[in-house]
């Protein structure tokens, strides 16, 4: 028997990261059994995906179980290819994420004579996250969101901040575990 050892396994080449996606008990024996299904709601900031924090104190302060709708956190390893992985927090993929965003709508604008309209910016982030990652065969993409919170009358206290990561391959996804 020959064997062909040409191929090195280089994980460096990998992108591979632990998420916590929180989520309502009654779609827990679903996902465990099918898989997890995209969302594709019109203000999914970073575009159709399925979406985890990258720390579990995030995904339980998402989850805020109210005691009426039972909730769950699944674990989860990501992983894919390198090259398919985006992180939005680094500036010079930022720069080059907001160079093609500027050059698709100025190439949208010249082809129809016009801009969408997005209803907020969310809308916008999705968009662009959306055409960004098809064309440039992105699987799993990421960036770091403020969340201003405020006091009991209304007034900013803070900033903290929250990464999220939004997986637009659910083959991208491994369920380890389930926390109640």
């Known amino acids: 028997m020959s064997e062909d050892f040409s ?3 280089e994980p460096q080449n990998e992108y591979t990261e632990i998420g916590y996606h929180a989520t309502l008990n009654v779609y827990k024996d679903d996902i465990i059994e099918k898989g997890f299904k995209l969302s594709h709601d019109e203000d999914d900031w970073l575009g ?6 990258d720390d ?4 339980q302060w998402w989850k805020k179980d109210n005691g009426i709708i039972p909730r769950c956190i699944f674990v989860c390893e990501l992983k894919c290819d390198r090259s ?4 939005l927090d680094c500036k010079k993929e930022m720069e080059k994420f907001s ?3 500027k050059q698709y709508l100025k190439e949208m604008a010249k082809a129809t004579g016009k801009k969408p309209a997005f209803k907020g910016n969310n809308q ?3 968009f662009f ?9 992105i699987s799993i993409l990421s960036f770091t969101f403020e969340h201003d919170f405020f006091n009991v009358a209304g007034f900013k206290e803070g900033t903290l901040k929250r990464r999220q990561i939004c997986v637009k391959e659910p083959n991208c996804i491994s369920i380890v575990s389930v926390k109640e």
């Open 124 to 126: 916008r982030k999705k």
């Open 99 to 101: 160079l093609f965003s």
């Open 84 to 87: 398919k992985y985006l992180d």
């Open 48 to 53: 159709e995906g399925v979406y985890f924090w």
């Open 7 to 9: 191929l090195i396994y």
């Open 129 to 137: 996250c959306d055409i960004y990652c098809s064309k440039q065969n």
């Open 56 to 59: 579990i104190r995030n995904a």
